[in-house]
């Protein structure tokens, strides 16, 4: 399929060559790339992208969406797989997540209960990941209920996740001055733009657009500060942003 006169197998290759580039990989790959574009890829791909992009757990989730793009549906259906073979809670939660991922989240709510049993009734993760899906469902109240009892429960426990679910549940519920603070507090220290794109939401839903504008230009600001890894990781919610960006304006 060609884009602009240039063939998407060409493309490839030259995202490849610069991911070889900026992560220091042996020169031989730009040959192999740029004399079989389609091979190459194939081969740099398996070789090197993926193993490569695994190794943290935001590359692991770049790679699951990868796959999810090529085979729509995958990861869902390997989860199934899995978890009829071994039972594991583990699995349980890989099931979870995937539903979670394919939005169908009274069913995520279902899985991640079924895996809060036993040894792992108290798991905090877990419990962060029920709240997200509870909240996404629309049962904020529950959800934040879910977040005061953890609190209650394991003072000492720390999730960046956890922080957004409640400040967002805190502002589904209606409270704007507990919401505000949870925000504030929040956006220095998450990793990442989702935080800001939410909050973004949150204030345009409000009424507050200006405050929302003003935050959408720190963010964008922010973005160019970013590693290019961070930046891509990121992109859903720098879309959004843009998106939020280009609606004030207009």
Known sequence: MPILGVGLHVIIAILFAV????????RYWLLVLFLAPLF????????VFIPDVSRSHGGRKVARGLRET?????ELREARIELERTPTVANRERLADALQAEERHADAIQAYREALTGLNSDDADLQVKLARALLDDGQA?????LLDALQAKQPDFKSSDGRLVH???VAAAGDRGRAQREFDSLLGSFAGIEARARYVDILNEWGEHEAAAKLVAESLEHVQRMPPGSRKLNKPWIRQLKRARTTSAG
Do not use: C
């Open 19 to 26: 991911h070889a580039l900026r992560t220091g990989q042996e």
């Open 70 to 74: 090529l085979n729509p549906g995958r």
């Open 167 to 169: 400040a967002r549940a």
């Open 40 to 47: 190459g890829s194939l081969i740099y791909a398996l070789v």
């Open 141 to 145: 109240a529950e959800a934040r209920e």
